[in-house]
């Protein structure tokens, strides 16, 4: 979605203005489209895992896939999400949450996987 792109383009700059040159930033949803991640980088020799969530409004309502919530548990203590509200204002709002946050969150399921 425009939205979905426009966050993460948004997150992406910050992160690059605020990482060393030697953190090798990549913006990984543009090249791989199911990935289960937006945005990557090294820090300290670590990699760190970025999702990106972003909204036209101000309320703070995202959907995770499983493979989304799968991966971020896989990869707690390296991953963050990014939630951007207002993204399409001129001075959008973000807030960075890890997956510990995420998981104090309340989280309903919004849809089921059937088999026949």
Excluded at 69 to 90: C, I, P, Q, W
Excluded at 95 to 101: A, L, Q, T, V
């Amino acid at each position: 979605s425009k939205n979905g792109l426009k966050g993460e383009l948004f997150i992406f700059e910050i992160l690059k203005n605020k990482l060393l040159d030697d953190s090798d930033l990549f913006h990984t949803s543009l090249d791989y489209k199911f990935s289960p991640y937006d945005i990557e980088y090294i820090e300290n020799g670590v990699k760190k895992y970025i999702e990106v969530k972003a909204t036209q409004g101000t309320k703070e309502v995202f959907n995770l896939s499983s493979g989304e919530l799968k991966f971020m548990e896989d990869h707690k203590d390296n991953y963050y999400l990014y939630m951007v509200t207002e993204v399409n204002s001129d001075f959008p709002k973000y807030k960075r949450y890890s997956y510990y946050d995420i998981k104090n969150m309340s989280m309903t399921p919004v849809s089921y996987r059937v088999t026949i």
